[in-house]
């Protein structure tokens, strides 16, 4: 089946510096890639969709220059957390889409910022 | 707007106590309603998609089913390790999904 690799787990960094958060389809391509965040105990909340080649669609809320998301390949979407702050840290999800047909969206397993 | 919501939000089971979580929808134009399971500090893991009325799917002790305003998913005689938060999702536009805020189900030996 489809498999999301995302890396890594778990992050701490120092407020004011800048985090890359790496996403990969390992055996499909993905051609359309989603980023979500998620605070404990509530749902996901998706920050933005990224086609292959082209520019991010944020939504609303969710600022473009301080989560920079880029989607160079069919296989791989980077989120970047630019400037961390503390009120950044929280659960980061990315889920990828192939371009199979069907409704299929598979998930990685998420990466745990914390922001000190 | 598209809007899911799940109920109940919070569920403790015994041991073998059979159970339903119900996720309504006001989705237009619904083209496939999924289920995903979530444990703690981990992505959602793909479980069922729904799509249209009177579908039915089943994997292990769980069932989902689908009207035209809701799904069910039916756990049966629960065990231990199916404790998670399970969620609903549906399509909003632009392949996006919406999710509903979940049912976290503990499931007590």
């Known amino acids: 089946g489809a498999v999301v690799s995302q890396h890594p787990s778990w992050v701490i960094c120092k407020s004011g510096t800048s985090v890359k958060i790496e996403c990969r389809s390992l055996?499909?391509?993905?051609?359309?890639m989603f980023w979500y965040r998620q605070f404990p105990k509530q749902s996901l909340m998706l920050m933005a969709t990224?086609?292959?080649?082209?520019?991010?669609?944020?939504e609303q809320g969710v600022e473009k220059d301080k989560f920079l998301i880029n989607h160079a390949s069919l296989t791989l979407s980077t989120l970047t957390v630019t400037s961390a702050h503390p009120e950044d840290s929280s659960f980061y999800i990315c889920?990828?889409?192939?371009?199979?047909?069907?409704?299929?969206?598979?998930f990685g397993s998420g990466t745990r910022l914390t922001v000190v | 707007e598209d809007q899911v919501t799940q109920s109940p939000e919070a569920l403790r089971l015994q041991e073998g106590e059979s159970s339903s979580l119900n996720c309504s929808y006001t989705?237009?134009?619904?083209?496939?309603l999924f289920w995903y399971r979530q444990d703690p500090g981990k992505g959602p893991e793909f479980l069922f998609t729904?799509?249209?009325a009177g579908e039915e799917k089943e994997k292990e002790r769980l069932k989902a089913t689908l009207t035209k305003k809701e799904s069910f998913l039916h756990i049966t005689a629960p065990k231990p390790e199916d404790s998670a938060t399970y969620l609903c999702?549906?399509?909003?536009?632009?392949?996006?999904?919406?999710f509903g805020k979940g049912n976290q189900v503990v499931v007590i030996p």
């Open positions: 889920s990828a889409r192939g371009d199979g047909g069907g409704y299929g969206y598979t």
């Open positions: 055996d499909f391509q993905a051609t359309t």
């Open positions: 990224s086609n292959e080649g082209s520019k991010a669609t944020y």
């Open positions: 989705v237009s134009g619904l083209r496939g």
């Open positions: 729904l799509y249209s």
């Open positions: 999702a549906g399509p909003a536009g632009n392949n996006r999904l919406a």
